[in-house]
């Protein structure tokens, strides 16, 4: 087990009214589980998935690593969100001024990687994902498909134990989207890479080997 949220509880307070967004809202993450989650727009997936990232607290609810409860504002959760977890977001935002290979190169620079160890590993994964021709690009001279892929790719610097990713070809035509989803499938299938995705694409969500709806502020397993 990576990663298990249980009975995940958040809601959020504007200027007078209460919003319960997750009402307990459960998750379990496994080695090499391939895991979509689809819902309506404004259900609370990018809250659940900001949950699990360790990236906010929730009000009431557990999150368990390696089967230890951990408190996200701990260090322990800070260490893991870095070392342990991969991000791909729907606005990737790649920095506009660093090519491809140094964007994926910068995560691993802060880890405290040598430049040459950040440059190999870099080059090693743009060129899985097929874009050992567009190193030297800067992210306004690819592809939507290509920038996204560029995310993946660092996002998994660090070779992270599971990467979550909001939506990654939301932003993206038929053609691109099915290229990002064949790379996603492919680093399942061949390397094990665990993934926890949020999509509207159903066909995509067809991928996976767990797919779940959230509604009502709670996750059902649909397929
Ligand atoms: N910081 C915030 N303050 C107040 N309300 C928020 C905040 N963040 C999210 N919400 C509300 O919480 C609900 C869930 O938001 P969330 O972003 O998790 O939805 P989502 O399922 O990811 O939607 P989408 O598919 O459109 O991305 C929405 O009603 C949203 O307006
Ligand atoms: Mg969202």
């Known amino acids: 087990m990576i990663l298990k949220a249980s009975n995940i509880y958040k809601s ?41 990232g360790l990236l906010d607290a929730p009000d009431a609810g557990e999150l368990e690593i390696a089967g230890k409860i951990i408190d996200s504002r701990s ?9 342990d977890l991969g991000f791909v977001f729907q606005f990737h935002y790649l920095i506009e001024d660093l090519t491809a290979r140094d964007n994926v190169m910068l995560p691993l620079l802060i880890l405290g990687k040598s430049e040459s160890q950040a440059k190999k590993r870099a080059d090693e994964l743009l060129d899985y994902l097929g874009l050992s021709h567009r190193l030297n690009r800067f992210p306004n001279q690819l592809s939507g498909g290509e920038q996204q892929r560029v ?29 990002v989803w064949g790379m996603i499938r492919n680093l399942n299938k061949e390397l094990n890479q665990s993934f926890v995705i949020v999509t509207h694409d159903h066909e995509a969500a ?18």
């Open 206 to 223: 067809g991928q996976a080997n767990k797919v779940f709806e959230l509604s009502e502020g709670v996750l059902r397993q649909t397929g």
């Open 12 to 52: 959020y307070k504007d200027s007078d009214q209460v919003i319960e967004v997750l009402k307990g809202a459960s998750l379990e993450v496994n080695s090499g589980d391939l895991i979509c989650i689809t819902g309506k727009s404004g259900c609370g997936k990018s809250t659940m998935l900001y949950i699990l």
């Open 151 to 179: 995310s993946l790719a660092r996002a998994l610097a660090n070779d992270p134990k599971l990467v979550l990713a909001d939506e990654p070809t939301g932003n993206l035509d038929p053609a691109h989207s099915s290229e």
């Open 75 to 83: 260090n322990h959760a800070h260490e893991f969100r870095n070392r």
